[in-house]
């Protein structure tokens, strides 16, 4: 199936032709992603009975283990790009088995907390090992590919994921739309578990790179404590963007949670606004990514801000009246992935000018680990103040209208922020290579993280 797909979105290339396993692991990983640490495991969250709280931390693990990917940077001179790599996403399969037998029990014993428990328990073990592959696998890919091939390479993952992802979540939108919830939920996870698999199966077919020499820890911690508070325009962009991705980053998983235990509408409607969040994106970086160069990247900033303060204020007007109905939800998906794609776009060029070539790694490194980490609090800390009142399932709706409203504040700021920093003029800067990420932009800076620099 995949050679065939292949095929038909990428053209043959005979430099690329060594590397066509990698292709295959990103179609296979995607499958993989966007059920196990995606919308669906909200949703299975919510119909075993989770709390916003329970819901939350389970969604917030593949941001809160971030650190855990820095840290395991230091096993690669040891054990090796391939084996480390294989080690985290060979032994993540084996935590899928516990929702898919969740999906089988509750309907036949009832749900209870000991099954929403054993799910946030899968979720943690599965985003620990997750990271620590993740710690590996784009040094690894860096080390392998040559130089003049990259920039192809990635572009064909862009549309392999790409494509993968959108038969994901249109297959999730048919199940739910046929099934009843638990056995879709069971077909969904069974995918997820193939796509693991299959992902890991396709790894094994590339070659290794050579190990990286011993990485001196701590004077990449001296290196990454200088980059975070030393005065300069890249410290206050890198703040920036955290504040940004802490107050957006809740946004997807609890508006789906609404949908689901306050609005009550079915699950395949809310898979398709899912979908819709995705074509948002997807159009965003059709439209806009070309545009950079005569444009320059603030622009996209200032559009990423101003989408998400628009999409804000419509979240606090729908809460309270339900204004617009399903049309307006409609638009305010397709808006919401359009953000975080501009802001994508326009932080892949802008960043890099910010800082020198030496420092580029650990600049890089040290924006996404911490506006990850930043983004998974929020979802954490967010989750416990949304709880309903009587501690069950349920969403606290005036909690969840101050959620939005500290967003619109916090995006006002930030454009006024955004004002007084500099657009450097350096037009020989070597833009981040992107791949996929700009369809995924809230899980791309943990994406990007790496401690080995890829000019070696």
């Known amino acids: 199936m995949f050679a065939r797909l292949a095929r038909a979105i990428v053209p043959d290339d ?4 060594p590397f066509r396993p990698g292709l295959r692991f990103s179609f296979y990983n995607a499958l993989t992603w966007q059920i196990a640490t995606g919308t669906p495991l909200v949703l299975l969250a919510e119909q075993l009975g989770a709390s916003p709280a329970q819901a939350g931390l389970a969604y917030s693990f593949v941001f809160l283990l971030t650190p855990v990917q820095i840290l395991s940077t230091a096993l690669l001179p040891r054990f090796g790009y391939k084996r480390l790599t294989l080690g985290g996403w060979g032994l993540r399969s084996y935590l899928l088995i516990i929702p898919i037998a969740l999906t089988v029990l509750a309907p036949l014993l009832g749900e209870s907390a000991w ?3 054993a799910l946030i328990a899968s979720c943690f073990g599965f985003c620990l090992l997750r990271a620590m592959g993740m710690a590996a696998s784009l040094p690894w890919f860096f080390a392998i590919l040559p130089a003049g ?6 572009g064909s993952d862009h549309l392999v994921s790409g ?3 959108m038969i994901c979540l249109v297959t999730c939108a048919t199940l739910f739309a046929v099934l009843p919830p638990y056995p879709a939920l069971f077909v ?4 997820a578990a193939a796509g693991s698999w299959m992902s890991y199966r396709s790894l094994r077919l590339l070659p290794d790179g050579p190990p990286p020499p011993a990485l001196g820890m701590r004077a990449i911690g001296v290196g990454l404590t200088r980059l975070a508070f030393s005065a300069g325009p890249y410290r206050g962009y890198l703040w920036m963007t955290v504040l940004c991705y802490a107050v ?3 946004f997807a998983p609890f508006a789906a ?4 235990s306050v609005a009550g509408l079915p699950l395949g409607l809310i898979m398709i606004f899912e979908l819709l969040r995705y074509s948002g994106s997807a159009l965003a970086a059709w439209a806009l990514r070309r545009r950079i160069d005569r444009a320059g990247a603030r622009p996209f900033l200032f559009l990423s801000l101003a989408l998400y303060a628009a999409l804000s204020l419509y979240w606090i007007v729908f809460l309270r009246d339900g204004a617009g109905g399903l049309g307006a939800l409609i638009f305010a998906y397709l808006v919401m992935g359009a953000a975080g794609t501009c802001w994508m776009i326009g932080n892949l060029s802008y960043l890099p000018k910010l800082i020198s070539a030496d420092d580029r790694t650990l600049g890089v490194t040290l924006q996404g680990a911490l506006a990850s980490l930043a983004g998974g609090v929020a979802v954490t800390a967010w989750g416990w103040a949304l709880r309903a009142k009587d501690g069950g399932a349920g969403m606290d709706t005036v909690a969840f209208q101050a959620m939005f409203a500290t967003a619109f504040i916090a995006c006002v700021f930030l454009a006024l922020r955004l004002v007084r920093l500099p657009e450097p003029d350096a037009p020989d800067v070597e833009p981040i290579l992107p791949g996929s990420l700009l369809l995924r932009p809230h899980r791309a800076l943990a994406y990007l993280i790496n401690l ?4 070696g």
């Open 14 to 17: 005979p430099e690329i032709a």
């Open 115 to 117: 099954m929403v428990i």
């Open 149 to 154: 091939v990259r920039g192809r390479y990635f």
């Open 163 to 165: 494509l993968s992802c």
């Open 188 to 191: 969904q996870y069974l995918i």
């Open 248 to 250: 957006t980053t809740p």
């Open 257 to 260: 949670y609404h949908l689901k």
């Open 452 to 455: 080995v620099d890829p000019r």
